[in-house]
């Protein structure tokens, strides 16, 4: 008989073991090795069997096992010792309390992969996530991550007879995971309520999790106050249809909003002047931060929205269309308008904010995405080349400015080194190059680390990974019917001598989990070569709705079973934190080839760098920033191509020749010590130069600086003075918008083009009609530099022109030099263009006046 409910009961610890609670409830076990090696000794055959998980390990382990425990001396002193030391690590300051005044941020994520203890991620966004929160309480940034209880997780994948992904999803007790619940001073749970139409509301409880430094909070639509359809909210990562999703996004972004006011009056944390929108799907947290500026300080919605977008931040992690979450619009009538409706937020104004309202929009759509953009003064995309594909995609929304100055920046991702690398490697980095491991600096000294210690880690991890893998095989065939006489040739699958190569990831079209086996004969040969053999180890999961997805995983599942190469080739089931920790560590050359531009960042590589692994990829993502030649290898993209089946073919053609004639040879060349000379000569260069790069404390510390810090400058200039910053940007950007549509460039003369030299400067004459507008109001510029065969721009300088007096009727006269720096086709044009201290940047508000024909020079020779 099953049960009808799933529960926890928690041991009571005896009183000297009590301090093992607080390590316990702190996710800092999960990325400090001394912390964990102490839970170990609890139990170490339990702490297997838990798979490293502490709150089940101690609800587990014998009580005698504990009363033993509780009078060993030598245990207790290593207790007191790792309760002193993460007391210290919160306490003691940090980079962030070094460089300056206090910012407190709000971090918003729909999913966060902090430990596979905590199942609530699906993917990169979710790893990424926990790395930011992990990286932010290594660095002191007084942030608070905020996110959503999954009662189900994302699901657990396992496989059928013949290969199918199989879906099952467990549930989780928040009692048996390493959470409290968010409480009132007097022991009342603290409780979140959203209004939703026909006069019902959805109520939400708050978990708390520690994450080293940092709070998250985590709502859970799970309790009694709901009616079953609203408990059932936040059951599963996304998961359900139109009307689920967004009632866990109006969850996450105004119940999150909500929940941080309540747990700043509980504690007495800072209030966040940043609010960092991690995707689209918390997006709604600006509405709710526009009514309280109504609400509460009588601000119109303009000028709440105005002071809402100075202290936002919006990350986009997609640059896949399908990638973003679009409600249809009547959806949105329906929750946020009709008795729904607040009267400080009008739906017509939340309608038009993810309104898809330029060329090539869909006018019956609401996008999540646009309206994070819409309500964030400062967005970025996660590599460059993100940031380039993300000025294309959402150029439509800053009118007729150029892509390149389109507001969309770029961090690049990073990784958390404590989380991803391998025990032996810091170790070994502790021993041989301590200045890296204690102030991130020195990492040249890289190259001076032994290369047969090296190759001896190396070999550890690979071996760790083999036998792993066949573990997990073992369970994946039991699962699908096998009988134990059945799966005794598992004992020989893989070898920790062999050229291993990983592939994991999410599996949507566009990663093309299957282009390895484009040509089976050839994948076959490599692995099966008799004198330099490969063999591939995968993992991913499919989105459950995916069947296309599900159909790439069959595929590869049916070829890995084949009895010739399943010594050589595995795929295991159950992607998840754990398995991509061994799969990174293990792996020699970490395997990348989706459709060059979709990958927006990719950071599975970067952890297989810092453990020494070296990169196979196309080059997109990071690996198109920071490939240089020597820290592994890019294949050749075709993406210029139209054919996709082409494309497919080519691509697959070079991967191959890639892994037989320059990853296997360079691998298997050995010198008369055994030792793969180049190969760690590679092995050194990528650690040497990728390491400062990939880190998460990189990553973290360029939105301190580049984002953070900004944004709460920006904040902190519109509420001065009871919002009065707010208030008059609001209003001249009213001013502006309105007499627009009257300014305009009417004359453009300049001298001598035809003789022109580098090194001379071109003068510029420019009458504008400024419509009524005050010259404070605008920027009239000369845009100038190379042109190409079509006379567009590229890269252009732009010179802001002097006021030189009136012309007739009301227009003015502008006047300038432009330099001519550089020989060979030049051009230039004129443009007007809004200024104001507080605005980001020159294309915030879309507008634009430009000439209304060329004029200047095209194709002029300048000698």
């Given at each position: 008989m099953k049960a009808i409910r799933r529960f926890t009961v928690r041991t009571v610890l005896p009183e000297p073991l009590r301090p093992l609670e607080e390590l316990v409830l702190n996710l800092r076990w999960s990325w400090h090795h001394e912390t964990r090696d102490l839970f170990r000794t609890i139990d170490p055959a339990l702490w297997e069997a838990v798979r490293h998980d502490p709150v089940r390990l101690l609800g587990e382990v014998a009580p005698g096992r504990l009363d033993r425990l509780a009078e060993d001396r030598r245990f207790l002193r290593r207790l007191d010792g790792a309760v002193e030391d993460l007391r210290d690590y919160l306490t003691a300051p940090r980079w962030y309390q070094e460089r300056g005044p206090d910012v407190a941020v709000a971090y918003f994520s729909p999913e966060y992969g902090l430990t596979a203890a905590l199942p609530q991620y699906s993917g990169g966004l979710g790893i990424l996530a926990g790395d930011h929160l992990k990286t932010a309480s290594d660095l002191g940034v007084p942030l608070v991550g905020v996110g959503l209880l999954y009662r189900h997780g994302y699901f657990s994948q396992s496989l059928s007879p013949d290969g199918w992904q199989l879906e099952r999803y467990p549930s989780l007790d928040p009692n048996g995971l390493p959470l409290t619940l968010l409480r009132e001073d007097g022991g009342t749970p603290v409780r979140v309520v959203i209004g939703l139409p026909q006069g019902r509301d959805l109520h939400a409880q708050v978990w708390l999790a520690r994450v080293g430094r940092v709070p998250q909070l985590l709502l859970d639509s799970d309790v009694e106050d709901n009616d079953q359809a609203a408990r059932d909210i936040t059951d599963r990562l996304y998961g359900g249809g139109g009307d689920h999703r967004l009632l866990q996004e109006m969850l996450l972004g105004i119940g999150g909003v909500r929940a941080i006011r309540a747990y700043c009056r509980i504690t007495g944390h800072p209030a966040p002047e940043v609010f960092h929108t991690n995707e689209g799907h918390a997006g709604f947290l600006g509405l709710e931060r526009i009514r309280e500026l109504v609400s509460g300080q009588g601000l119109t919605f303009d000028e709440a929205l105005e002071a809402t977008r100075a202290g936002t931040v919006f990350t986009t992690h997609t640059p896949v269309p399908a990638g973003i979450d679009r409600f249809p619009r009547e959806l949105i009538q329906r929750y946020f308008g009709g008795v729904n409706e607040e009267a400080d937020v009008p739906v017509e104004r939340v309608l038009a904010l993810g309104a898809e309202d330029y060329p090539g929009g869909d006018g019956t759509v609401f996008n999540m995405a646009v309206m994070?953009?819409?309500?964030?003064?400062?967005?970025?995309?996660?590599?460059?080349?993100?940031?380039?594909?993300?000025?294309?995609?959402?150029?439509?929304?800053?009118?007729?400015?150029?892509?390149?100055?389109?507001?969309?920046?770029?961090?690049?991702?990073?990784?958390?080194?404590?989380?991803?690398?391998?025990?032996?490697?810091?170790?070994?980095?502790?021993?041989?190059?301590?200045?890296?491991?204690?102030?991130?600096?020195?990492?040249?000294?890289?190259?001076?680390?032994?290369?047969?210690?090296?190759?001896?880690?190396?070999?550890?991890?690979?071996?760790?990974?083999?036998?792993?893998?066949?573990?997990?095989?073992?369970?994946?065939?039991?699962?699908?019917?096998?009988?134990?006489?059945?799966?005794?040739?598992?004992?020989?699958?893989?070898?920790?001598?062999?050229?291993?190569?990983?592939?994991?990831?999410?599996?949507?079209?566009?990663?093309?989990?299957?282009?390895?086996?484009?040509?089976?004969?050839?994948?076959?040969?490599?692995?099966?070569?008799?004198?330099?053999?490969?063999?591939?180890?995968?993992?991913?999961?499919?989105?459950?709705?995916d069947e296309g997805g599900k159909r790439l995983i069959q595929d590869i599942v049916r070829f890995a079973d084949a009895e010739d190469v399943r010594h050589r080739i595995v795929f295991l089931p159950d992607y998840d934190m754990a398995l991509g920790r061994l799969l990174v560590q293990g792996c020699d050359v970490w395997m990348n080839n989706p459709l060059r531009p979709l990958e927006a960042c990719g950071t599975s590589g970067m952890k297989a760098a810092l453990n020494g692994g070296l990169n196979l990829s196309i080059r997109d993502g990071w690996w198109d920033e920071w490939h240089d030649g020597q820290n592994g290898w890019a294949i050749p993209s075709a993406d210029g191509l139209a054919d996709p089946a082409r494309r497919d073919a080519l691509e697959a053609a070079a991967l191959y020749e890639l892994v037989e004639d320059h990853v296997a040879v360079t691998f298997y060349d050995r010198d008369g010590a055994g030792l793969p000379r180049r190969w760690l000569e590679m092995v050194k260069?990528?650690?040497?130069?990728?390491?400062?790069?990939?880190?998460?404390?990189?990553?973290?510390?360029?939105?301190?600086?580049?984002?953070?810090?900004?944004?709460?400058?920006?904040?902190?200039?519109?509420?001065?003075?009871?919002?009065?910053?707010?208030?008059?940007?609001?209003?001249?950007?009213?001013?502006?918008?309105?007499?627009?549509?009257?300014?305009?460039?009417?004359?453009?003369?300049?001298?001598?083009?035809?003789?022109?030299?580098?090194?001379?400067?071109?003068?510029?004459?420019?009458?504008?009609?400024?419509?009524?507008?005050?010259?404070?109001?605008?920027?009239?510029?000369?845009?100038?530099?190379?042109?190409?065969?079509?006379?567009d721009l590229v890269d252009p300088s732009h010179l802001e022109l002097a006021e030189a007096g009136p012309a007739e009727d009301g227009r003015l006269r502008y006047a300038g030099e432009v330099p001519l720096s550089r020989s060979g086709a030049f051009g230039y044009s004129v443009r007007v263009v809004p200024r104001h201290p507080m605005l980001a940047g020159r294309a915030e508000m879309g507008l634009i006046a430009l000439p209304p024909a060329p004029h200047g020079m095209t194709n002029g020779d300048l000698r």
């Open positions: 994070g953009m819409r309500l964030a003064q400062r967005v970025n995309g996660v590599s460059r080349l993100h940031g380039e594909v993300s000025r294309e995609m959402f150029g439509g929304l800053w009118g007729g400015f150029d892509t390149s100055e389109v507001p969309i920046g770029s961090i690049t991702n990073g990784v958390h080194a404590g989380t991803w690398v391998a025990r032996e490697v810091l170790d070994l980095a502790a021993r041989e190059v301590p200045e890296v491991v204690e102030s991130g600096r020195g990492w040249r000294g890289v190259r001076d680390v032994p290369e047969s210690e090296i190759w001896r880690i190396r070999r550890v991890l690979r071996e760790r990974l083999v036998l792993d893998a066949r573990r997990r095989l073992r369970e994946s065939w039991r699962q699908r019917g096998a009988s134990e006489a059945e799966v005794s040739w598992i004992d020989d699958v893989l070898d920790p001598d062999v050229l291993t190569i990983g592939f994991a990831r999410r599996v949507p079209s566009y990663k093309r989990l299957t282009l390895m086996t484009h040509d089976p004969g050839r994948l076959r040969a490599l692995l099966l070569d008799p004198e330099r053999p490969v063999q591939i180890v995968i993992a991913g999961k499919a989105h459950p709705a260069h990528t650690i040497a130069t990728l390491g400062p790069k990939v880190l998460a404390s990189r990553m973290v510390r360029d939105y301190v600086e580049g984002y953070y810090a900004p944004a709460a400058a920006s904040a902190r200039a519109m509420a001065a003075d009871g919002y009065a910053g707010a208030r008059a940007l609001a209003s001249w950007k009213r001013r502006v918008a309105k007499a627009w549509p009257g300014v305009g460039v009417e004359h453009v003369e300049s001298g001598g083009e035809q003789s022109m030299r580098a090194g001379a400067r071109l003068p510029l004459r420019v009458v504008a009609d400024l419509g009524g507008l005050d010259p404070s109001d605008v920027a009239v510029e000369a845009v100038y530099g190379r042109v190409d065969d079509a006379d």
